[in-house]
């Protein structure tokens, strides 16, 4: 980490590990030639952050912000209340986009070490939930759950075909198959035959 707050892209790998790139060779260039990736941390150049930007206690704030994704002890360290920060916020978009962008750095390194912490097998829980709190959308939870509730001890005077209606109803908003299966004149499979009222 450097005094100023920005982090320098060789902090991502630990001493003596090589990223992938560099062991699967060399890779094109954007001008199409070769590419190598640095050899030592002194090849690296530190990253621009978006706090490099600004001054005073805002600068502050942000190097923090992007450092470690903390608002309250950033305002702390920055020597401002809560309510200033966002009385600053509310009155100046510039610095809002700025905090946003320093989040977004944060996340960013978030997700690099993700991957890092995945390539050394070690346990990344938290750093997946700091993920799914900065970006909801990117990581979120791939499943469903629906929850039914019925008294099934009283006999419901609902004919067969009135069920299937219902189910029909029910599950609107289900995938294709699902939609497929419920279909008009399509039969249930694996259905147990329905008991006498």
Request: charged share 25%; net charge negative; proline share 10%.
């Amino acid at each position: 980490m450097q005094p100023n707050g920005r982090s320098e892209i060789h902090d991502a790998f630990p001493t003596g590990q090589k990223p992938d790139r560099e062991r699967q060779g060399t890779i094109p260039g954007p001008s199409g030639a070769e590419w190598r990736p640095p050899t030592s941390p002194a090849d690296l150049q530190p990253l621009p952050s978006v706090a490099d930007k600004w001054d005073g206690w805002r600068g502050v704030y942000l190097r923090h912000l992007v450092a470690t994704g903390q608002r309250v002890k950033g305002c702390a360290i920055a020597g401002v209340t809560r309510r200033e920060l966002q009385a600053e916020l509310d009155a100046n978009p510039d610095f809002r986009e700025a905090v946003d962008t320093a989040l977004g750095e944060y996340a960013d390194g978030l997700a690099v070490g993700l991957v890092e912490t995945g390539r050394r097998r070690e346990n990344p829980v938290g750093t997946i939930v700091a993920l799914k709190a900065l970006r909801p959308l990117e990581y979120i939870e791939r499943s469903a759950s629906l929850s039914v509730s019925a008294d099934l001890i009283q006999r419901s005077t609902i004919t067969d075909a009135g069920a299937i209606e219902l189910l029909r109803q029910m599950f609107g908003n289900t995938t294709p198959a699902t939609q497929k299966l419920l279909a008009p004149g399509v039969p249930l499979l694996d259905a147990p035959p329905p008991e006498a009222p």
